[in-house]
């Protein structure tokens, strides 16, 4: 066990080292050794301590062989600072208190270690729980006493009279010297200080009352919620029951159903009701002028339609447009009658039978034929870094589909000799695809001279899947 120890002299003042410590805690146990002062036995021990705040702590020790030991509280250091302490001893009307014992409490920067600091009497604690012990042990003797009395138990002969035991005084003032006797206590009631009579003379020991505590966070305002309301059956007794809290109440009611009333002259009585001013539904809950008032509002709001059936009596009736049998009317407001309908489907023949992937839809198969040939024409051929193609010599020229095939086509190439090539002679110029360069996306088209004279010609293509 961790133990603080120091040796005190009673006799004569010797230099302390202050006693450290870490504020708000009291793990470590503190050891005073009595140097030149043997402690009496039967003797008691207390601490007395100061805090910086004026604040004081004065509670027990234990004693054994001449060493007194105090298991500090956490109230004990709950300032930090330098302050004084002292060590008492006591018994009877003989006190012994020590020189000043320096305590040295260091901060604590644990947030959740952070101790009010208060006033602290654990030594009127024990002395008020003597007290009280005491009393109810003497009226326990006290009750034994009248029983023996009262059975004639008491026979012997009387003894000497014994010594006044201490007593417990109170009052609104200090005590003066003449009230009570050595060993009394007094409470001044209007300042909770407690003293003891010693030697013909009062003694301030402490203050019993605690300070002030912190003023509580505003509590949550309380709330009522209706929960269920349940129909029971008649003549049984309202229910109210709670299935929430104190701060949250959810009453559940329980209402019994009442006998079924009558309503007297019903043939001829009448109900003052007015119309509902919006179409709604009727509900269980409503009352009977509440019900009339809505289905007169449907009544209300009903057209002379729905009471003739007839298609005259309908308002913002659409226009019926006329209908025409022919192909060649331009009518903007007439309908195509269906023999003309069948005979645009027999013009137009059974999609069925048509060579493509698509046959349902007449567009859609001609754009598909449509994308199956793509053609095209270069502008004028040179040689590369040429006016030109010169004789015995060759032109290339990349070409690029408008659109890509989903297949690589197949592609046909021939030469167009534009007219300022006169001279040349046509049966020497050949045009050629250049092999493996055909993609879905294009192909490579070369030109060869064999004319005998420089030319510029122009190349077609077909390229068709």
């Not at 509900?283 to 009544?299: M, N, P, Q, R």
Request: charged residues 20%.
């Amino acid at each position: 066990m961790e133990i603080i120890k120091r040796e005190l002299w009673v006799t004569q003042k010797r230099m302390l080292l202050p006693v450290p410590y870490v504020q708000g805690t009291n793990a470590v146990t503190l050891e005073f050794s009595f140097m030149d002062y043997t402690i009496p036995s039967g003797a008691t021990a207390r601490i007395y301590i100061k805090k910086p705040s004026g604040k004081e702590v004065y509670n027990t020790a234990t004693l054994k062989n001449n060493v007194v030991t105090v298991k500090p509280t956490t109230q004990m250091f709950a300032e930090t600072g330098e302050y004084p302490g002292q060590i008492q001893i006591v018994k009877s009307s003989s006190i012994l208190a020590t020189f000043l014992i320096p305590f040295r409490v260091e901060r604590n920067i644990v947030s959740e270690s952070a101790v009010q600091s208060a006033n602290e009497y654990g030594i009127l604690d024990e002395l008020i729980e003597d007290a009280r012990t005491t009393i109810s042990n003497m009226e326990g003797l006290i009750d034994q006493v009248k029983t023996k009395l009262e059975n004639g138990e008491f026979d012997g002969p009387k003894g000497d009279t014994g010594e006044d035991g201490a007593t417990w005084l109170s009052g609104t003032s200090v005590p003066s010297s003449s009230t009570g006797k050595n060993g009394d206590f007094y409470l001044r009631t209007s300042t909770y200080d407690v003293y003891q009579k010693s030697s013909g003379s009062w003694t301030k020991k402490g203050n019993i009352k605690g300070a002030t505590g912190a003023t509580g966070a505003t509590g949550a305002a309380a709330t009522i919620t209706v929960g269920t309301v349940t129909t029971g059956e008649p003549g049984t007794e309202a229910k109210v029951s709670n299935r929430g809290t104190s701060g949250a109440a959810v009453f559940d009611f329980t209402i019994p159903r009442g006998d079924t009333g009558e309503i007297e002259n019903l043939d001829t009585a009448t109900v003052n009701f007015t119309q509902a001013s919006t179409r709604s539904n009727i509900l269980s809950t409503d009352t009977l002028k509440v019900i009339l008032g809505k289905i007169k509002k449907f009544f209300a709001d009903l057209h002379t339609v729905a009471f003739s059936g007839s298609y005259s009596d309908l308002k913002d009736k659409p226009t019926i447009p006329s209908i025409v049998n022919n192909l060649t009317s331009t009518s903007t407001d007439s309908g195509l009658s269906a023999a003309m309908g069948k005979q645009l489907a027999d013009n137009q023949g059974d999609l069925s039978d048509l060579d493509t992937d698509g046959k349902d839809n007449l567009v859609e198969a001609i754009n598909e034929e449509h994308a199956r040939i793509q053609s095209g024409k270069t502008g004028l051929i040179n040689a590369s870094g040429k006016e030109n193609i010169p004789d015995q010599s060759y032109g290339i020229v990349q070409i690029t589909f408008p659109k890509a095939f989903p297949s690589i086509p197949n592609v046909v190439v021939g030469i167009v000799c534009p007219a300022e090539s006169e001279n040349a002679n046509y049966g020497g110029l050949t045009a050629t695809v250049e092999e493996g360069s055909v993609t879905k996306t294009g192909f490579n088209l070369r030109v060869f001279n064999d004319s005998g004279s420089g030319c510029q010609p122009r190349a077609s293509w077909i390229a068709s899947i």
